[in-house]
């Protein structure tokens, strides 16, 4: 009788014992997750922006090509951008060096 008494008195301990040991593995299992899941974004985030980069390049090398293999439609359509701009611009005091540097920002990559 005595042992089912004692028992009984530590048996919430026991159960409370229990059951923490399930919540603590499950903590460090949400907390590896959450590691897990902010290195997945980390590498998503580096990878895209090596593709962004490489985009870039190859985008430029396409231009450059365009510019010598229709030299002059590239020429043409330099000419409309700058009289456009010029539309534009026209209410403003701009001198024709900061026309130049205005489409050269504009065909930057």
Request: overall charge positive.
């Amino acid at each position: 009788m005595a042992s089912i008494l004692k028992m009984a008195r530590l048996a919430p301990i026991l159960r409370a014992g229990t059951l923490q040991r399930p919540a603590a593995i499950l903590i460090t299992e949400r907390h590896m997750t959450n590691f897990k899941d902010k290195e997945r974004g980390e590498e998503t985030v580096h990878f895209r922006k090596a593709d962004e980069e490489l985009l870039r390049k190859l985008l430029q090398k396409v231009k450059a090509q365009a510019d010598t293999a229709d030299s002059i439609e590239a020429k043409e359509h330099a000419k409309s951008e700058l009289e456009s701009l010029k539309g534009i611009l026209s209410k403003y005091n701009v001198s024709d060096a900061d026309y130049e540097k205005l489409m050269e920002w504009r065909h930057q990559i």
